[in-house]
């Protein structure tokens, strides 16, 4: 039973214009969310993250929001660029080991295409 | 260097073989985990170390898995008598273990692709 959904496989954005990446979860014990981007043949690349104590962070043109109640986050990227192709996927932690921070459970991922 | 490495990038293995899987944290980071991708899945938890201890192993999906850190560096993922359900993505991750409410981001390698025939 998954714990984090990514419930869009796949979304095509114009360049400039806004690209929302949704990302769903389950577990309430969850208190830490990361969004990650994938290229092909490397491995995951750290985008931005969120603790559950805040509602939103922003850097640069990424922005993610946190909302407790739906359980819900999502990355807001504005304005899209074509370097910003690539699947994106959402995890989410807990805290664990004696007060670190736990393994991550990932989404599926979905993949951004930004056309020129 | 100044990511995590890990080696080698691609493994084509037999069925039945045994085969090693590298990863060189960034260095100074205190956690290490592992994680196997399947294709068109998000990674999935396999192992934790907390410098050379290993805490979590509940992610190993049989005996046949088994992973060191033996001076708490270096890791090394090793899979005996390898069947066709073990090709995956195997991903390394590092993290500074910054301590509760702070955070941890982990840092992922670029990943072994194992390809088992």
């Known amino acids: 039973d998954q714990q984090v959904k990514q419930n869009s496989p796949s979304l095509s954005v114009q360049e400039g214009r806004i690209s929302i990446l949704n990302c769903d979860y389950t577990?309430?014990?969850?208190?830490?969310f990361l969004w990650y981007k994938k290229y092909p043949a490397e491995g995951p690349t750290f985008l931005i993250s969120i603790s559950s104590i805040k509602d939103k962070n922003e850097d640069g043109r990424f922005t993610v929001f946190l909302n407790k109640s739906a359980k819900h986050l999502s990355l807001h990227i504005v304005p899209s660029q074509p370097g910003d192709s690539a699947v994106y996927f959402c995890?989410?932690?807990?805290?664990?080991?004696?007060?670190?921070?736990?393994?991550?459970?990932f989404g599926k991922g979905t993949k951004l295409s930004v056309k020129p | 260097g100044a990511g995590v490495s890990q080696s080698p990038r691609y493994k084509v293995a037999k069925r039945g073989q045994d085969v090693a899987l590298r990863c060189d944290p960034i260095?100074?980071?205190?956690?290490l985990f592992w994680y196997q991708q399947a294709l068109g899945q998000g990674p999935e938890f396999l192992t934790y170390f907390q410098n050379e201890a290993q805490l979590d192993k509940s992610g190993l999906p049989s005996d046949r898995f088994f992973a060191e850190r033996p001076e708490g560096s270096v890791s090394t993922l090793k899979i005996q008598r390898t069947q066709q359900e073990d090709s995956a993505v195997y991903l390394c991750a590092s993290s500074s273990n910054g301590g509760a409410y702070s955070g941890e981001t982990q840092y992922f390698g670029p990943g072994t692709r194992l390809t088992v025939t």
């Open positions: 260095s100074g980071h205190v956690s």
């Open positions: 577990n309430s014990m969850f208190d830490y």
């Open positions: 995890a989410a932690s807990a805290m664990k080991y004696g007060g670190s921070q736990g393994n991550l459970i």
